[in-house]
């Protein structure tokens, strides 16, 4: 006989003593879990379908193994715009056996485990009992004052450099460098060719990290800045 689950947003055809590997369930090594979202069973060529999980049918299995799956990267780059994003994500997953599967409202020969909701419950309210114990045995934090948070934000806001006096320069002359990115540099302290050809490493990674521009794009610019520079 065989079934057709499902869990986790995945659909699956098992039979008895079949190793699974699902998204992770709330249980430990040994469990026995009920997974009540029979799609269908059969066995041959008799095959009974449900409309969509088929009434009274239950599939016990035996949690083996809490584990996970194999890394997987994402990796996003966007042309001229300096952009890039990398994303890793690694499923965990839960390795069972099929023990059982059950028609017609019949009750598995082992007793389940507490379903994941229940525990979820359970762990909440500790940690909230938790959490109140804590905040009444430690003092009362300082607010915050008005002052101190337009500080802080003040702070943040902050230029990376700290623009010279005087005329500013023309920075799109620069082969590179636009109106948009002349205007952003600006914003950032940047407005002359001394300032772009004086820019050390140490600078450029820290543009590099701050703003929309790749660390080979400044050098690029130092070196033509440090020709203007002389004019």
Same mark, same amino acid.
């Given at each position: 006989?065989?079934?057709?689950?499902?869990?986790?947003?995945?659909?699956?055809?098992? %039979?008895?003593?079949?190793?699974?590997? #699902?998204?992770?369930?709330?249980?430990?090594?040994?469990?026995?879990?009920?997974?009540?979202?029979?799609?269908?069973?059969?066995?041959?060529?008799?095959?009974?379908?449900?409309?969509?999980?088929?009434?009274?049918a239950?599939?016990? *299995?035996?949690?083996?193994?809490?584990?996970?799956?194999?890394?997987? #990267?994402?990796?996003?780059?966007?042309?001229?715009?300096?952009s890039?994003?990398? /994303?890793?994500?690694?499923?965990?997953?839960?390795?069972?056996? /099929?023990?059982? #599967?059950?028609?017609?409202?019949?009750k598995?020969s082992? $007793?389940?485990?507490?379903?994941?909701?229940?525990?979820?419950?359970?762990?909440?309210?500790?940690?909230?009992?938790?959490?109140?114990?804590?905040?009444?045995?430690?003092?009362k934090?300082? $607010?915050?004052?008005? *002052?101190?948070?337009?500080?802080?934000?003040? %702070?943040?806001?902050?230029?990376?450099f700290? *623009?010279?006096?005087g005329?500013?320069?023309?920075?799109?002359? #620069?082969?590179? /460098?636009?109106?948009?990115?002349?205007?952003?540099l600006?914003?950032?302290?940047?407005?002359?060719?001394?300032?772009? *050809?004086?820019?050390?490493? $140490?600078?450029?990674?820290?543009?590099?990290?701050?703003?929309?521009?790749?660390?080979?794009? /400044?050098?690029?610019?130092?070196?033509?800045?440090?020709?203007?520079?002389k004019?």
């Amino acid at each position: 006989m065989f079934a057709v689950i499902k869990t986790g947003g995945k659909q699956y055809r098992v %039979a008895a003593n079949d190793l699974l590997k #699902i998204e992770k369930l709330e249980a430990k090594v040994g469990d026995i879990v009920e997974i009540g979202n029979v799609l269908a069973h059969g066995e041959g060529e008799n095959v009974t379908f449900g409309a969509p999980f088929v009434d009274g049918a239950l599939v016990t *299995a035996e949690v083996v193994e809490q584990g996970k799956n194999r890394t997987v #990267i994402a990796f996003k780059k966007r042309r001229r715009q300096n952009s890039r994003r990398k /994303i890793g994500h690694r499923q965990l997953l839960t390795t069972v056996r /099929i023990a059982e #599967i059950l028609l017609g409202g019949a009750k598995p020969s082992k $007793k389940a485990a507490a379903k994941p909701e229940a525990k979820a419950e359970a762990k909440a309210e500790v940690a909230a009992e938790a959490k109140a114990e804590a905040a009444a045995k430690e003092p009362k934090a300082k $607010k915050e004052t008005k *002052a101190e948070a337009a500080a802080g934000e003040e %702070a943040k806001a902050a230029p990376l450099f700290k *623009a010279p006096k005087g005329e500013p320069d023309d920075l799109t002359v #620069i082969k590179g /460098i636009g109106p948009v990115a002349a205007k952003d540099l600006a914003e950032q302290g940047i407005i002359t060719f001394a300032q772009l *050809a004086k820019l050390t490493d $140490k600078d450029v990674a820290k543009i590099d990290e701050h703003m929309p521009f790749s660390a080979d794009q /400044i050098k690029d610019w130092r070196e033509q800045a440090k020709e203007l520079a002389k004019k």
